[in-house]
C-alpha cells in the first residue's frame, strides 16, 4: 500500500528525501515550514495550481532561467541570489518593472535541509531587495546520483510603465554609444575559483545583484535608449556579438575602457581566460545616442551597481554582426563568439 | 584563452556536451538548429531577454512545474508532452486560458541530441494542442552524473476570459457534487511499469493530455463551478484532501463510482498500491451544485479527455479537511494524505 500512518514521525528531518517530492504530507510539511513561511505572500499563500497577479493591460514581459551552479555557495552569493536576479535582471534589461517569479526546485535526495533553508532566506532576500514576489513554485526530488543538491529554474513576469515600450537587442544604432554599468568577470571568477579551491589571494566576489532599480533610473532619467542586455553567460564578449547581430550593426570596444578589477585581471592571467568572456550576474550593457552617453554613465553611478559605469564603445555604420577591439597598443582584433570550452556551470 | 576558433567543427554532433551550455557559440546552434525552428513563433524569435505577450488588464494567472520523469518517455508521452500539459492544466483548472509557456532545460552531458529532439517535438505536438506558445527558454547543462538525461521546468501563464474570475480550490460548498473527467491511476502506473520493466500484458498509457479544451466547454456551458483541480501528483486521494482543506468541508466519495480501468486494478493489486493515490496528467475532478452535476459530466463526456466522466461524490456539512470513502461494502474508510514512500519521479 501506497498510504502509511500520517502521524508517522518523518524518519531524519534534516535530510531531503524522495518522499518529500511525492506530493503527500511530507511534501506538504515541506511547503508549510520551508517554503510558504519564507516567501509568503498572498498569490502564493492561496495554494492553489496557479497564482492570480493582477496586471494593466499591454506588453507583457516574461522569461526563464535554469540555474545548476557548482558550488551553491560562492564569495558575493548563493544559487538562490542567483536565481532571483538572473530572472529579475531579464525583465529589467527589456525594459520592465518586475512584479512576480515563479521558482521550481529539483533536489537531490540528501540534501541537506538547512542548505534547502539558506538557499530559500537568499532568494527571498534578493527578491526583497528586488521588489518583486515569488508567487508559484513546485519541489521534485530526484535519487542521489541523479542531480547535484539544488537546480533552481525561476520565471518572472514583469510590466512596462505607462507609454514604455520594451527595449529589444534589435535597436542599436551606428552612432551609438557602448555604456558599460561597472567592472566585468567577477561573478565567473568566484564560483570558478571557490570550486577549484585555489587559494588565491583577494580572490573576486561575484557581482549577483538585481538590476532592476539601476534601469528604472536609466529609463526615468535618459530617453533614447535603443539597447540593453545583461552581460551573464558569455560576458560582455557574447553579448556585444548578440547585440550587433540582433540590431545589424558593428561595435568597436575600446579595451582600456572596460573596467576590470585587479583581482580579476590577475586570477584571469593565471588561469588564461579573458576577462571579456567571464561571466557576470550585475552588469548590463546600454546602447544610446553618443550625445547622451555621459547622463547615462552618471546615472548608472549613483546606483549600487553601476558605480564603475564606463562609456566603453560605440557601434560603427555597416560591418553588420562584427564587434571589434581596439587594443591598448593601438592594434585592432576581432571580438568574436566564443565557441571553446567555456567554464561549465557558473550559473 | 577561452576563445577558439568559431568555425570549428562540433566534435560529436550527436551528443550534448558542457560546451552546449556556455552560452557561446555551441549554445547558439542548439538554439538555431534544434530549439528555434521546433517552437517558432515572433514572440521567442525576437531573441531578446524577455519574450513580449500582450494581455488584456485584469488578473493573470501564473504558474510553474518542474519534470524529472524516469524514463524520459514511456507508454502514452514523455517528458516533453508532460511539462507542456501539466503546466497548461495548472492554469486551466483555474478557469483561465493559457496562452504562453516558457521551457527550462536542465541537458545531462551526453544526452542523445536525438533523444533532445524527440522531447521537443512533442512539446511542439502539445502545445498545438492545448494552442499555448513556448516563447522563453533557457538551457544549461551538467555533467554526467549529475543529472538524469532531461529535466524540464516550465511555466506558464493564463489570462480570463471577459467577466470571468478564478476558480480557487477553496470554493467547493456542502451539498456540491463532485465530478470526476475521467478514470484514474494511468499516469503513476505508465511510468512505474515502462521503468520496472515487470512485462505486464496490457499495462496502462499514460492520460497525459492537455485540460484547458474541457475546461473551456465546462465554464462556457456551466456556470457556477465552485472549485476544480487537476489530480495529479498524490492522484484523486491528495487533491480530495487538498480541497477540503483549502475549502474548510468535508468530503464523502463512493468507491464503485470511481472509474478505475481494469488493467490499472490489476497492476494495482498486484503491486499492492492503491488507484486512487497513484497520479493522473490528464484527469481533473469540479465541484458544483448538484443540480449541475449531471450536466457537468455530460459537457465532460463531449470531450476527448471527458470521454470517462462520473459523478464520484458530495460535499458534506462539517467534517472540515476529511475525506470518507464509502466502499462497495458499504463501510466507510478515512481517505487521508498518503505519507508513505510515493512512487518517486513520476511527473
Redesign the interface.
Known sequence: ??????S?PVQSDDFIR??H????????RLLEEVFLPAFRNPALD???????????????????????V?PLFFPGGDIGRLAVCGTV???A??G?RPV?L?????LEEGLALDDLKRVIRSMKTAADEAGVRI?????????R????GI?I?T????VFEAGRR?V???GAKAGDAVVLSGPVGRHGLAVLLSRENLGLRNPPESDVAPLNGLVAALLEAVPGIHAM??A???GL??VLN?IAA?SGVGIEIDETAVPVPENVRGACELL???PL???NEGVLVAFAEAGRAEALAGVMRRTPSGAGAAIIGRVLEGQAGRVVLRTAIGSRRIL??????????I?
Chains 1, 2 share one sequence.
Open positions: 500500500m501506497l498510504k502509511a500512518n500520517p508517522s524522495l518522499v517530492g511525492g506530493g503527500g504530507s511530507f511534501s506538504k492561496a495554494l492553489n495550481d496557479s497564482a492570480i497577479v493582477e496586471v494593466p493591460a499591454g506588453p507583457l514581459a516574461y522569461t526563464t532561467d535554469s540555474f545548476v557548482d535582471n531579464d525583465l534589461v527589456v520592465a512576480a515563479t521558482a521550481g526546485f529539483i508567487v508559484a513554485g513546485d519541489t521534485k526530488v530526484v535519487q546520483g541523479k542531480g547535484d537546480f529554474s520565471s518572472g513576469i514583469g520594451p529589444s537587442g534589435s542586455r545583461d551573464t553567460r558569455g564578449g557574447v548578440e540582433q588564461g581566460f579573458d568572456y567571464v561571466a568574436d563568439w566564443i565557441s571553446g570550452e567555456q567554464l561549465p556551470r550559473c
